[in-house]
């Protein structure tokens, strides 16, 4: 074989690699769907969207709030329902995802701005959140926050 003909056959490879890989361009990475799942959550709690934020808490979710009290799947519900806070702007950023297998943990940085007693206020809240892989789907098991203090 010539180098001619040799090139020409390695162009055509590449060609074949370069033309079946592109289908999955569009695939995310596990990271990139925790942190979206983190994003819809955020948004789910803000409209009250109890059905989606059962679908991401597992059965036995746990949660440990910035207070430091400590709720289940039941009181984290029931605190979407009941929100009832104006919410003007609710930025996240700072992720961090690690994965563990079928275990997965995202922490990531909050910020929210909203009136609060007739004052404009700022929060910045610190979240810690497990989750696990059941049935083809990232489930929350554990949550805790912190109210960060704004030096």
């Known amino acids: 074989m010539s180098r001619r003909e040799l090139l020409v056959c390695l162009l055509v490879f590449v060609s074949a690699v370069t033309v079946s890989a592109s289908p999955f361009q569009g695939v995310r990475s596990a990271q990139q769907i925790l942190i979206q799942l983190e994003r819809d959550w955020d948004e789910a709690f803000h409209h009250?969207?109890?059905a989606f934020i059962a679908s991401v808490l597992a059965d036995e979710f746990r949660v440990t709030y910035g207070d430091g009290s400590q709720g289940d799947k039941a009181r984290e519900l029931t605190l979407a329902a009941e929100f009832n806070q104006q919410i003007d702007s609710?930025?996240?950023?700072?992720?961090?995802?690690?994965?563990?297998?079928?275990?997965?943990?995202?922490?990531?940085?909050e910020h929210l701005v909203g009136p609060s007693k007739g004052r404009q206020l700022?929060?910045?809240?610190?979240?810690?959140?497990?989750?696990?892989?059941?049935d083809g789907r990232w489930q929350c098991v554990a949550s805790q926050s912190t109210k960060v203090t704004e030096p």
């Open 48 to 50: 009250k969207d109890v």
């Open 90 to 109: 609710s930025t996240m950023d700072e992720f961090t995802v690690k994965i563990y297998g079928d275990t997965a943990v995202v922490w990531f940085s």
């Open 122 to 134: 700022a929060i910045t809240l610190k979240f810690m959140d497990v989750f696990v892989m059941r």
